[in-house]
């Protein structure tokens, strides 16, 4: 404000004490009492201890003045009131941390002690204050390890001592990833240290690997808490969720309750690939844009991690095709292919070079079953696939063996793929139409095929029945799909009405009966080899439940015997788990279906396909060509 008339500005170094020390102009009254500003807040005007004189031709001092006494006590308030600040500021967060921990939306802790090391959230960072300045200085570690994740804060309520820790995850390195390889976890790198990189997925591992299947129960509840409040609501998006979403997707048989979720979590597992941009390379040049919006980051080439993430998504939405039929796999790219090809060179694990082989054995099977535009799945009217596709699909398939690594030939989790590939395609020949033919020759190919079918499955069986104990823990939906699609297969070559085709040989070499028998059993004794404790109450695990879906399989194979079948094919078909009441279908005794497996996905699917008049095969026998 603008003094008075009345008043003048106070010499050069004449200003009172007051107006000094709030650095205000100091302006004299006319009256000569006080100055203006000490007469207007009604403060006694004092003058300055000390007056500044101007001397010309000095160069100005370095040395400071000594401070007023009088700032001396304002500096220790100062110092006072951001102590009280900092114990009112930690107590608030021990409050609010101990109302997270009750009020949010997390299951029973399952702590294997007594006690959880508080999360890097909950911890108070330390504290540092500098009165010279007057600023407190928050002392945050530097490692991007320690920085505040919600994740790792929604994982802490689940105490694995590092012991158990590490010996799940040794489990989850021999027994699941070969099986699917959709991450790389170098065995550097320990339990803790994953649960601090990559925590969701580490949650997820741990839920798996356990011997525990209430734990494994709890864990699901937090896995659910963080897809729906942090991916869905929080909008979260980062690589370890996506991993963890992959994992929880292809082991969702574990966890599965009345209705299947695989599909929802796979096109899940889409949405976040692309909002993070992953599948796609970055581009070289992005376009300009305007100054109000912000700049895109530089281009950083795509890390091995992120390449091996897009194939392994590629093989989920595949695997979820396979086993439900309801939503495709991902459309293949030209940068997809660049990913696959760096992956067959298998530079930082080996089994990079399998992932890559599942895929390719994935594509030649999606050409052979996936619905055409005219000819939707399951339509009418389907037609096979002529013979030069057939052979050109054979010849694709021999090549992906060959350009395999010899060590790599003969491993399981490669053959799985091989055989089921060879299968389908073989399968798909048998819905060529008959054509008369005098010399019978068009008859000595077509049981040609239909042995090279049933061969092919004795394979993918021995396979299969040779999986050590210790490791069918990891077995995968993909797998659990092929094994029931190689049981249909297997009994329409039992029941097929075909002149020529002995069934007796057939049910030699390959009972469809025994072979679920002997599942039965192999699963039976699996619980008790690993050490698995099932939940108690209504909900079962896995390797508990996974009996009855075999007996239903049982039933529903019993049940569509054809009427015409020979004398002791009952006998020929053993079922010692059956309910012997007298009643009997097709001459076999009849079983007791739970209804709650008879919404099941799965065997709705095996019930179509064993109805369906023809084979499986794609309807329009079109090809999309594909480089390996």
């Excluded at 550097?188 to 741990?206: C, G, H, N």
């Excluded at 299947?260 to 970055?282: N, T």
């Excluded at 028998?517 to 192999?522: N, S, V």
Aim: aromatic letters at 8%; charged letters at 20%; hydrophobic letters at 40%.
């Amino acid at each position: 404000m603008a003094p008075e008339p009345a008043c003048s500005p106070a010499p050069y170094g004449r200003a009172c004490a007051g107006c000094s020390r709030a650095k205000c102009k100091c302006f004299y009254r006319s009256d000569g009492s006080a100055c203006e500003r000490c007469h207007r807040l009604g403060k006694a005007c004092e003058p300055a201890s000390a007056v500044r004189k101007r001397k010309a031709g000095t160069p100005p001092t370095t040395t400071r003045p000594p401070a007023p006494t009088s700032a001396q006590p304002l500096a220790s308030r100062l110092e006072e009131k951001l102590d009280d600040l900092v114990t009112i500021l930690r107590s608030q967060a021990v409050e609010r941390t101990g109302r997270d921990q009750t009020t949010r939306h997390t299951p029973q802790s399952t702590r294997y002690g007594d006690s959880i090391p508080p999360s890097p959230a909950q911890q108070n960072p330390d504290v540092m204050i500098d009165t010279t300045t007057s600023v407190i200085h928050l002392l945050r570690p530097a490692s991007p390890e320690a920085s505040y994740s919600p994740i790792l804060e929604d994982v802490s309520i689940h105490d694995v001592p590092d012991r158990v820790a590490e010996e799940q995850m040794d489990i989850f390195r021999r027994a699941f990833i070969p099986l699917f390889p959709f991450v790389h976890i170098p065995t550097t790198i320990t339990a803790s240290e994953l649960r601090r990189q990559k925590p969701f997925l580490w949650l997820v591992a741990m839920s798996l690997a356990t011997r525990s299947t209430p734990q494994q129960f709890a864990m699901e509840e937090t896995m659910w808490h963080i897809i729906s409040h942090r991916i869905v609501s929080q909008h979260l998006m980062n690589l370890d969720l996506l991993l963890g979403v992959i994992c929880f997707a292809s082991w969702s048989h574990y966890f599965k309750k009345e209705k299947p979720f695989m599909c929802m979590l796979s096109q899940l597992a889409v949405s976040l690939a692309f909002e993070m941009g992953i599948h796609q390379d970055a581009p070289a040049n992005p376009p300009p844009r305007s100054r109000l919006l912000v700049q895109p980051a530089g281009r950083r080439p795509r890390t091995m991690e992120e390449r091996r993430s897009i194939i392994a998504l590629f093989h989920l939405t595949s695997a979820t095709w396979s086993a439900y039929r309801k939503t495709e796999p991902l459309r293949w790219t030209p940068y997809m292919d660049d990913c696959l090809r760096l992956l067959c060179e298998g530079r930082e694990t080996p089994l990079d070079i399998v992932l890559a082989t599942q895929v390719k054995c994935q594509v030649i099977t999606y050409h052979l079953t996936r619905p055409s535009a005219s000819n939707p799945a399951g339509g009418d009217g389907s037609k096979a696939p002529s013979t030069v596709l057939t052979a050109a699909l054979l010849r694709q398939l021999s090549d992906v063996r060959q350009s395999l690594p010899a060590q790599l030939g003969s491993d399981r989790h490669v053959q799985f793929y091989l055989y089921y590939t060879e299968i389908k395609i073989k399968e798909s020949l048998f819905g060529k139409p008959k054509v008369p033919d005098q010399t019978g020759l068009s008859n000595f190919h077509r049981l040609q095929d239909l042995d090279a079918a049933l061969s092919a499955i004795e394979r993918w069986l021995e396979v299969f029945f040779g999986w050590p104990v210790h490791e069918c823990i990891g077995v995968n939906v993909d797998v659990f799909s092929q094994f029931s699609q190689c049981l249909v297969v297997l009994f329409k070559l039992a029941t097929l009405d075909e002149p020529g085709w002995d069934l007796e040989e057939v049910r030699r070499r390959a009972d469809v009966f025994a072979i679920l028998d002997r599942f039965y059993e192999f699963i039976e004794g699996v619980p008790a080899a690993l050490g698995i404790v099932d939940a108690e109450g209504p909900r079962r695990g896995l390797f508990f439940k996974v009996k009855d879906v075999i007996r239903a399989i049982k039933t529903l194979f019993l049940a569509q015997l054809p009427p015409n079948a020979p004398q002791g094919a009952a006998a020929a078909f053993p079922t010692p788990n059956s309910r012997a009441d007298g009643n009997e279908m097709n001459g076999a005794p009849e079983f007791t279906l739970d209804p709650a497996l008879m919404d099941d996905a799965l065997l709705n699917m095996m019930y179509d396909d064993i109805q369906i008049p023809t084979w499986d095969f794609r309807s329009d026998g079109s090809y999309m060509p594909f480089t390996m």
